[in-house]
């Protein structure tokens, strides 16, 4: 994987905080299922992209199925053809979030 993907995908999330009790309400979340990126070519990954650097664990499992509800690919990829999944696995911190993509699907390989 190229370094650029890799910065892509870590540049805000190393210094996101953490704020206790925040609630991502249905709104919050269609917000981001509805986020309309710079780049058309690869839509459905800059979505993912997005909602794994803004939200914690469980409103991210939550962002999923509505993704999915919504018709948008759970196993988008990158410009370079490499799936979503595959570009967050290099991160093993965030190891979770790879198990709750698997959990709704996503393909782990081919």
Known sequence: MSENVKNEVVKEKKDKKKVLGETFTEDMLEAY????????TQKDFDI????YRGLPEEAFSRFLKLF???GLNIDAENNEGVRFIEVIKE???FSNYVKILEA???KTEG
């Open 33 to 40: 299922a509805s986020y309309e990126p710079k780049s058309s």
């Open 48 to 51: 993912l992209l997005r909602a």
């Open 68 to 70: 999915k509800q919504k």
């Open 91 to 93: 991160f093993p911190s």
């Open 104 to 106: 709704e699907g996503a």
